[in-house]
């Protein structure tokens, strides 16, 4: 995208060709593929101490009070088993990225979805969408005022009751069949 004259980057661009570029990313690693071990194997590993390395960085940026959890698409057409397609989104293939934000847009903390989501056994089982927020939620300070935004995808009671038993704050929009019990429809009468 850098090369092309749609999204020409030219501090990019006019600092290297697209060929050497080429070059430079068939011949990067960032694991050892030797490593990898095919059972319960990470789709993940061929860059995953790159992704500890920019965590771990992001981690120590001081946080501000407001958080946010979100996904973010980053644009991605060619051929792989981890891309996406979400109608919903302006860019509508490519990689899922699961982020804690602040206000200010800095990540705090960030997953690549790569279709399936581990329970760590520290962390209470309240679904899916849950484990993400949890697992991302990792870094917040527990008990000290962090206040937690997310959207439908990730509101759910279990949830909520979780990060409230932690001290973290939370705000979240909320699907109607995500109360058990609970219609709606009695509330606007």
Request: hydrophobic letters at 40%; aromatic letters at 10%.
């Given at each position: 995208?850098?090369?092309?004259?749609?999204?020409?980057?030219?501090?990019?661009?006019?600092?290297?060709?697209?060929?050497?570029?080429?070059?430079?990313?068939?011949?990067?690693?960032?694991?050892?593929?030797?490593?990898?071990?095919?059972?319960?194997?990470?789709?993940?590993?061929?860059?995953?101490?790159?992704?500890?390395?920019?965590?771990?960085?992001?981690k120590t940026i001081p946080m501000g009070e407001?958080?946010?959890?979100?996904?973010?698409?980053?644009?991605?057409?060619?051929?792989?088993?981890?891309?996406?397609?979400?109608?919903?989104?302006?860019?509508?293939?490519?990689?899922?990225v699961l982020v804690l934000d602040g206000s200010?847009?800095?990540?705090?903390?960030?997953?690549?979805y790569a279709g399936r989501v581990v329970q760590?056994?520290?962390?209470?089982?309240?679904?899916?969408?849950?484990?993400?927020?949890?697992?991302?939620?990792?870094?917040?300070?527990?008990?000290?005022?962090?206040?937690?935004?997310?959207?439908?995808?990730?509101?759910?009671?279990?949830?909520?009751?979780?990060?409230?038993?932690?001290?973290?704050?939370?705000?979240?929009?909320?699907?109607?069949?995500?109360?058990?019990?609970?219609?709606?429809?009695?509330?606007?009468?």
């Open positions: 995208m850098f090369w092309n004259r749609a999204n020409r980057v030219s501090q990019v661009a006019e600092t290297m060709a697209l060929n050497r570029w080429g070059s430079i990313e068939k011949f990067l690693h960032f694991n050892n593929n030797e490593d990898r071990q095919e059972e319960n194997a990470d789709p993940l590993h061929k860059i995953r101490p790159l992704l500890t390395h920019l965590n771990s960085g992001f407001k958080l946010a959890v979100d996904e973010q698409m980053v644009p991605f057409k060619e051929r792989s088993g981890l891309k996406q397609y979400l109608p919903a989104k302006q860019k509508k293939w490519g990689y899922k200010d847009g800095v990540p705090h903390n960030f997953e690549i760590p056994p520290e962390l209470p089982d309240v679904g899916a969408s849950g484990k993400v927020v949890l697992c991302l939620a990792q870094p917040i300070p527990k008990k000290e005022n962090y206040k937690l935004f997310f959207d439908n995808w990730f509101t759910i009671v279990p949830l909520v009751l979780a990060l409230a038993q932690q001290g973290i704050h939370c705000t979240g929009t909320v699907r109607g069949n995500r109360l058990p019990g609970v219609n709606l429809m009695d509330f606007l009468n």
